[in-house]
């Protein structure tokens, strides 16, 4: 492609005026049949504006032709350089790398890099190494994305807008085939760092500003109680298998995650002055505090296993691989045909052990460690056996209150006729 096919031009954003009349010049940079637009970063008066320039010799007009001319100038080196070799480059390109020419700006995938190292130093401490690892795995979608759509090595932030979300949502439905959680959970991560750099005052518009990706019903899985009875009463063929039942069934009337449960001490247990044994703790995933009241089967457990737990902790743990393999054996041992996962547990502890006997929305969320009531309700689901037995109340409570609905007397034949004239 001829340089003669690079045109770089100028307009006001008249919809944008300030309260002094002054409005955003904006840049369209073409390229062949590519087009981009950007923000010049100065703003005129629509009247000293004519044929993409400020009018006059004023100062200001010349500052401002100057700063113009420069977009222009560095747009074509930029093109000149980047265009050799290949046979397309995009407008798109050339403004990325234009703007971060321009602004000296800080580039996404360079702060992503640094926001991840620092959050590799909380791991362990109010941070999990499986979180760390999704933002890993963002950072390298991103750094495909850029490398693969927009033949770029890194972006400024100052190229970020709606339309850069939108293609890398595209790019990750299409290309990496992801399911849609994947989706969210990645772009909520990108999403996290956008925002810490808004914070820092990096880039003040927000490019996630109207984004709201679709979001799939999910059925979480959970036992019945049936299946929970036999759980607990039904012998099993391995010795080792007693612990993994315990284990579940410890997160059962807890809602304490794998992962939490694992990190838990003998210092996390609190005595009340009712007699009433607590687990206070801080989730690892979220950062946030949560505080469980135990019952009667956890109590056992812990005192079951006190002398078991190494170091100090509350209860011996079983490596996740080898967890997941004992679940496995406990619900054929069980006669539970759907696949048993430990999440399952922490589920059952949101609709049976609590919201199902009506324990409120907001305290399940406290012991849950929640940090938003929304994540709490996803657990409040209501089983059919549920709303049959709340049916079957229903109607008794109606039948004791039975009211005889008024109906209109029947009429003869006679007083029909009558009633017509």
């Not at 109590?299 to 209860?315: E, F, V």
């Not at 679940?327 to 052990?353: P, Q, V």
Request: hydrophobic share 35%; glycine share 6%.
């Amino acid at each position: 492609m001829n340089q003669e096919d690079v045109k770089v031009a100028f307009y006001l954003k008249k919809n944008e005026s300030d309260d002094f009349g002054r409005c955003p010049v904006m840049g369209r940079l073409t390229i062949g049949r590519s087009e981009s637009v950007f923000s010049a970063k100065c703003s005129v008066a629509a009247s000293l504006w004519m044929a993409g320039r400020a009018k006059g010799k004023s100062a200001e007009a010349v500052a401002i032709n100057r700063q113009l001319d420069e977009y222009r100038a560095s747009a074509l080196a930029i093109y000149r350089e980047q265009s050799v070799g290949r046979e397309r480059i995009t407008a798109e390109e050339i403004k990325c790398l234009l703007l971060g020419m321009a602004y000296g700006q800080a580039t996404l995938l360079d702060y992503f890099h640094t926001y991840i190292e620092q959050f590799e130093k909380r791991v362990g401490v109010n941070r999990s190494a499986k979180s760390a690892q999704t933002y890993r795995t963002t950072c390298d979608h991103l750094a495909c994305f850029l490398s693969e759509r927009l033949r770029l090595s890194d972006i400024p932030f100052s190229a970020l807008d709606r339309s850069f979300i939108d293609k890398f949502d595209l790019y990750l439905r299409t290309e990496r085939r992801l399911a849609p959680r994947s989706i969210i959970l990645y772009m909520t991560r990108l999403h996290t760092v956008v925002n810490k750099a808004i914070a820092a005052g990096i880039i003040t518009a927000d490019p996630f500003a109207g984004y709201e990706p679709p979001h799939p019903e999910r059925n979480r899985c959970y036992l019945t109680r049936e299946e929970l009875k036999r759980l607990m009463t039904t012998p099993l063929p391995a010795s080792r298998l007693y612990l993994v039942r315990d284990l579940f069934l410890f997160s059962c009337y807890t809602g304490i995650s794998y992962g939490d449960m694992g990190r838990l001490t003998i210092e996390n247990l609190e005595t009340a002055e009712d007699g009433t044994v607590w687990i206070k703790a801080v989730r690892e995933k979220t950062g946030v505090e949560f505080e469980v009241p135990l019952l009667d089967l956890p109590l056992h457990i812990i005192d079951k296993y006190r002398d078991a737990a190494p170091d100090g902790k509350l209860l011996p743990m079983y490596g996740n691989s080898e967890l997941n393999k004992g679940l496995k054996c406990l619900a054929a041992a069980c006669s539970i045909e759907r696949k048993l996962t430990f999440h399952m547990a922490r589920h059952n502890f949101g609709t049976h052990i609590t919201l199902s006997l009506g324990v409120p929305l907001e305290t399940v969320s406290r012991m849950m460690g929640h940090k938003r009531l929304v994540t709490t309700q996803i657990y409040a689901h209501v089983t059919d056996k549920k709303v049959d037995e709340d049916t079957k109340q229903l109607r008794q409570l109606s039948a004791s209150r039975k009211l005889e609905l008024y109906e209109e007397p029947q009429q003869t034949n006679e007083n029909k006729n009558a009633s017509n004239r």
